[in-house]
Nanobody, 117 residues
Framework: QVQLVESGGGFVEAGGSLKLSCVASGNMFSSDTMGWYRQAPEKQRELVAIFTRSGTTTYADSVKGRFTISRDNARNTNLQMNSLRPEDTAVYYC????????????WGQGTQVTVSS
């Protein structure tokens, strides 16, 4: 079983920065992809950024150029968020997508990010 713990959320004014971190415990595989999703009130959960084990990164168009995902090792991922906007306000979730030996997803409990205008 895999458990994810996020940290680093909080309250910030528009234009400010925050850094989110996620640590995974349990069995990890080299093919696991780690990433970040977010869910704003009354909206569907959406992808923010992902980082594959091969080093490929993907970002939502809305955060390109402002957010940077990094991966220290197989168990840690960070999301540096700069130039934050009120529309970035959401609960941010750390995610692991596993495709081998079976397809499965794991989620953290979420961390709140609030950006004031």
């Amino acid at each position: 079983q895999v458990q994810l713990v996020e940290s680093g959320g909080g309250f910030v004014e528009a234009g400010g920065s925050l850094k989110l971190s996620c640590v995974a415990s349990g069995n990890m595989f080299s093919s696991d992809t780690m990433g970040w999703y977010r869910q704003a009130p009354e909206k569907q959960r959406e992808l923010v950024a992902i980082f594959t084990r091969s080093g490929t990164t993907t970002y939502a168009d809305s955060v390109k150029g402002r957010f940077t995902i990094s991966r220290d090792n197989a168990r840690n991922t960070n999301l540096q968020m700069n130039s934050l906007r009120p529309e970035d306000t959401a609960v941010y979730y750390c995610n692991i997508l596993r495709v081998w030996p079976v397809r499965r997803e794991y989620w953290g409990q979420g961390t709140q990010v609030t950006v004031s205008s």
